[in-house]
Nanobody
Framework: VQLVESGGGLVQAGGSLRLSCAAS?????MGWYRQAPGKQRELVAQ???????MYADSVKGRFSISRDNANNTVYLQMNSLKPEDTAVYYC??????????WGQGTQVTVSS
């Protein structure tokens, strides 16, 4: 197993969740994606090796991506959650030893 997500769950609208992605090797640039039922997988946020980040317009100001290089872990802090944020969330490695890898996903469900 190379990337393992955790932290998903059921939350009411307006609530918060923190997702974690634990890697089995040193991480480089990483991303969080999500896929809702019947929809294509979409990019949510990215973070480079140097810590620069970018976000999808739909989550700007609500989500925050961060990394802990010492523990090979990437986080996604999700605040002010909306029902439309409901999806399976995946982490993805863009480079390094885990380049191209995907995690198994973690379900996030936001109730209205």
């Amino acid at each position: 197993v190379q990337l393992v997500e955790s932290g998903g769950g059921l939350v009411q609208a307006g609530g918060s969740l923190r997702l974690s992605c634990a890697a089995s090797a040193r991480i480089a640039s990483m991303g969080w994606y999500r896929q809702a039922p019947g929809k294509q997988r979409e990019l949510v946020a990215q973070i480079t090796s140097g810590g620069s980040s970018m976000y999808a317009d739909s989550v700007k100001g609500r989500f925050s991506i961060s990394r802990d290089n010492a523990n090979n872990t990437v986080y996604l802090q999700m605040n002010s959650l909306k029902p439309e944020d409901t999806a399976v969330y995946y982490c993805h490695a863009y480079g390094g030893l885990l380049s191209g890898s995907w995690g198994q996903g973690t379900q996030v469900t936001v109730s209205s």
